[in-house]
């Protein structure tokens, strides 16, 4: 889905040489969507992810993947871009409940680099690359999918130093109280918890239209000017 504001605005910035990349595009794109769908957030779906290979099949994560992905990510240099795409290749390509328990690390490294030699060096990098993204950020806000990845933090921990997103989403469903537990939350992904967790603050009336549409509009507003502004020094 195209935004009207978004679309307004990029043809009279690309009118006056104002160069977007890709994810420019549906990074502005996205934040326009979400102040459309500030004040009825309840038209907001979210289809989970899905590509189809020759074979396999990728998935979005759930929380159950997320969580693991934690784990291996404390054994292997997850900054490296080929390996963190192969491993979250191969994660993604079965159910949470199939993957390597993690009391066998070596068993699990194992497994990532035989999928990946058997099904993944045939494939361009690019294809890969292309495909993790769009399983992990997708490309629709309206899917309530994220806003596009950054490049790696190099200066991140490897271990367990790093902050968890799974973990703070987790707790912030035990702190509305919903009525889930961790093994019913790991079958769902990231996306449905925020629409859970959204839903609730509708609910309990929580949801200020008014000040979520204020919001929106400021980060829309701010990301149009940073790449404005990106333009213009290009200049």
């Given amino acids: ?29 996205a934040l326009a ?18 590509l189809v290979f020759p074979h396999f ?15 291996i990510g404390d054994k292997l240099d997850m900054r490296d871009n080929r390996i963190f795409r192969l491993v979250h290749a191969y994660a993604l390509s079965r159910p949470w ?11 699990a490294i194992r497994k990532i680099f035989a999928f990946a030699r058997k099904h993944l ?13 769009y399983l992990l950020h997708g490309a629709d ?13 190099v200066d991140r921990p ?7 997103p799974v973990l703070a989403l987790l707790v912030g469903l035990k702190a509305r109280r919903l009525p889930l537990t961790l093994d019913e939350a790991k079958q769902l992904t990231a996306s449905e918890i925020v629409a859970i967790m959204l839903a609730a603050r509708i609910q309990d009336g929580e949801y200020d239209a008014d000040r979520e549409l204020h919001q929106a ?9 940073e790449i404005r502004a990106r333009g213009v020094a290009k200049s």
Avoid: C
């Fill in 1 to 29: 889905m195209v935004s009207d504001l978004f679309l307004k605005d990029y043809k009279a910035m690309v009118s006056r040489g104002i160069e977007f990349t890709p994810a420019d595009i549906i990074r502005l794109n």
């Fill in 33 to 50: 969507l979400k102040v459309k769908l500030a004040k009825t957030p309840f038209l907001a779906v979210h289809q989970p992810r899905a």
């Fill in 57 to 71: 099949v990728l998935r979005e994560p759930t929380i159950g993947h997320e969580l693991w992905l934690e784990w």
């Fill in 97 to 107: 409940e199939k993957l390597p328990a993690h009391s066998s690390a070596p068993r």
């Fill in 121 to 133: 060096l045939s494939l361009p990098e690019t294809t890969l690359a292309d495909a993790i993204d």
């Fill in 141 to 153: 806000w309206t899917a309530g999918e994220l806003p596009p990845p950054r490049e790696p933090d």
């Fill in 158 to 164: 490897l271990g367990g130093e790093a902050e968890s």
């Fill in 217 to 225: 509009m400021g980060d829309y507003v701010r990301a149009r000017e």
